[in-house]
């Protein structure tokens, strides 16, 4: 069964650390991966990863995706309060339904 | 930009209601999708559209139809409300060009079944 695991669940931090959140997968038919921050409301897009090895990079925010070992891990150093949000990975199988994961909640303390 | 919007932002019904979420996006995308967001579990895929007038089911279509007579159009009906359908419920659209599609979601709306 396809399958996307998000870790850890929630993550606290203080403004200024640099965190790593992971997601691994079990897919059939992988296209891409695909990361979403979402606050208050709905997911908002961050990165695509379709090719391993190929960091993707935003501001504070990067990510990296192993087809071989099968996970992606998003980074974001020098964290501030407005990075606090669930972060959601998710699998693109078929060009059309996205599997996500249960996302990773980050909190940032000032 | 993507604009993709939905009905309502917060709904509160009575079990055995008939509920009607609709969801456009101004973009001409081909794809549009149902999810419901609930703690613990996630983004669920409720149907999926890939064209005016198709459907698919997702992961958890039971206790929802879905309509889609226009492309910019995607209704989630839910004929008989029910107090385990309170949720929140995200409409998504994609371009639908293979398998770079990108999802863009909608502000959501939160159902409240009573």
């Known amino acids: 069964e396809d399958k996307v695991v998000q870790s850890p669940l929630s993550l606290v931090v203080h403004e200024g650390d640099t965190v790593t959140l992971n997601c691994s997968y079990e897919?059939?038919?992988?296209?891409?991966l695909l990361w979403y921050k979402q606050e208050k409301k709905a997911p908002t897009f961050l990165f695509m990863l379709?090719?391993?090895?190929i960091e993707k990079k935003s501001g504070r925010l990067s990510s990296i995706l192993d087809k071989k070992e099968l996970f992606s891990i998003l980074n974001i150093t020098a964290t501030q309060t407005g990075d606090s949000a669930v972060y959601l990975c998710?699998?693109?199988?078929?060009?059309?339904?996205?599997?996500f994961g249960k996302g990773t909640t980050l909190s940032v303390s000032s | 930009d993507v604009k993709v919007t939905q009905s309502s932002r917060y709904l509160v019904k009575r079990t055995g209601e008939k509920v009607f979420l609709e969801c456009v996006q101004d973009?001409?995308?081909?794809?549009m999708f149902w999810y419901r967001q609930d703690p613990g579990l996630g983004l669920r895929l409720i149907y999926f559209?890939?064209?005016?007038?198709?459907?698919e089911k997702g992961d958890i279509p039971e206790g929802y139809s879905v309509s889609r007579e226009k492309k910019e159009r995607f209704s989630l009906i839910l004929e008989s409300a029910s107090t385990n359908q309170t949720s929140m419920y995200l409409c998504?659209?994609?371009?639908?060009?293979?398998?770079?599609?990108?999802?863009?979601f909608g502000p959501g709306t939160r159902l409240t079944v009573l």
């Open positions: 379709t090719s391993s090895g």
């Open positions: 998710a699998l693109n199988q078929a060009g059309t339904a996205l599997i």
């Open positions: 973009m001409d995308h081909e794809n």
């Open positions: 897919v059939t038919n992988f296209r891409s």
């Open positions: 559209s890939y064209d005016v007038k198709m459907k």
């Open positions: 998504a659209s994609s371009l639908g060009q293979g398998h770079t599609d990108t999802q863009y």
